[in-house]
């Protein structure tokens, strides 16, 4: 499902993965009649294949770095789409035992900083809970 605006779209295109992909990149690129200045995508790791999501994840930043918005909001299970980002780009999100979630900057932790400077990838740190805060 990808809203746009207001309005809802839903993608079911389970036989075709690179549409999916490019209703993503659409989605990003869509300029009328304004930029949007938010956009919130869940789990885009859903019926594309691995190898697109690093790809994905730099169109992502391509797209804030060219275009007139503000936000990409990006809700993932998928360290393989992870490992496309920066320590810098990623947020973890873990709900406390009072039902509040605790958000922390991975460019914070400074192990993780340190590994990623070496060239370990970041979803790699993440699968390997380097990054919880347990």
């Known amino acids: 499902m990808l809203r746009l605006y207001t309005t809802l779209i839903f ?5 075709d993965k690179y549409v999916i992909f490019r209703a993503f990149i659409i989605c990003c690129y869509w300029n009328y009649p304004i930029h ?5 995508i869940e789990e885009p790791e859903n019926e594309l294949y691995h190898k697109l999501l690093e790809i994905l994840a730099a169109e992502f930043r391509h797209v804030m770095q060219t275009q007139k918005i503000a936000q ?41 900083k340190a590994m990623v400077d070496e060239g370990l990838p970041l979803g790699g740190l993440w699968y390997s809970d380097y990054m919880d805060a347990r």
């Not at 949007?36 to 919130?40: A, H, K, M, T, V």
């Open 11 to 15: 993608c079911s295109f389970k036989k």
């Open 36 to 40: 949007p200045q938010f956009i919130c």
């Open 72 to 112: 990409i909001f990006i809700t993932t299970h998928q360290p393989y789409f992870v490992d496309g980002l920066s320590p810098e780009e990623t947020w973890l999100l873990e709900k406390g035992s009072d039902g509040f979630f605790n958000i922390q900057r991975a460019s914070d932790n400074k192990i993780v």
